[in-house]
């Protein structure tokens, strides 16, 4: 018997790649999906790429977006990264509608495959503030695929919702994650090595060390 | 006082054509939002960027999508595009979750440019059977974006939802919308006429001769 087909948004952050063993886990046929939208580097796509590569995913779509539309982020403007771990509310690293507009080519390519799951890495717990990471969006964008299309009915899985970057590890190491191939540095240096201070680094790093795990990634050395 | 922006999916339709001028008539500042997604000709885009020059847009945007995830439709691929006025249920014409996806890039957009209302052409009377163009889509998408995004609140304006062809077309000359700017057809010949037989003219041409109007368009003339 054929295995049901899954959709998996991957980053090629850790969290997504967490997302890819689990829906291999669960016996999905596996079909990844990874965005190209003017992002600082491209150390995290060479992540994506290699951890579809590690699970001989059937296929891996590098969608090429124009970044006009997501103008105004750290992420992807020369707007500086902050350092320094503070800061309330929805940080500069937010991206306009992002998982929306990814959710929604992940949703098109799904039908067009006739999977009717998507796998999405998202995470309410250590969210940072961003709002299309809590359960009120998953659950929206749900809704809005079961009215949006002909196929379904569609299921957004997101598996790491409601767990802690520690959960998050943890579950990771079980699934047998290969976390070298992950990246999560918002701003690394040229020689590839992570900074160790931005907050999607202090996230990864307080992650691994209350889940009691040495986190491969390289940083740049601190004085 | 600074006028509300508003972004308006325009793809040089008649219906996205009678969004812009309606989105005008309201007051709106406008932000013309357009997309290149291996649709089979460019003639739609050219009236589209006509209509926005008519009008004169703030800025329009014309958002270069990878064909690929929207593979398998008559619109995009080389799939014919039927001429016989039958069929039941989604036609081979549907793209997969085309208004999804453009509305979730005019969304983006849309925060970035701090505007909060979003216009779009959907029609649910003549939509030939498009899951995305029924009001359950629109109100759905409504709720997605505020809950996705960190502006808002939003609205998604469906003027010409609950409105007739013939009542597109009424409203459009009511609001001096001229429709020599706007295409229709699905399957143009090298020329540049409208063939006068796929859905898409069927359904123009229907519209203008219930309103009593004469179509403007060029058509192939048929035996």
Known sequence: MLSARAVVLLSGGMDSAVCLYQAKAQGFSLYAISFRYGQRHSLELECATALAAALA???????????EAFAGSALTDAIPVPKDGSGVGVPVTYVPAR?????????????????????????????????????AFVSAFESLANVATQGGPYRIHAPLLHLSKADIVRLGVELGVDFRRTWSCYDPDRQGLACGACAACRLRLEGFAAAGYADPASYLPHP
């Open 99 to 135: 998982n929306t507009v990814f959710l929604s080519l992940a949703l098109a390519w799904a039908e067009t495959l006739a999977a009717r799951d998507l796998f999405i890495g998202v995470n309410a717990v250590d969210f940072s503030g961003y709002p299309d990471c809590r359960p």
């Open 57 to 67: 995913v059937q296929r891996h779509l590098i969608f090429d977006l124009s970044a």
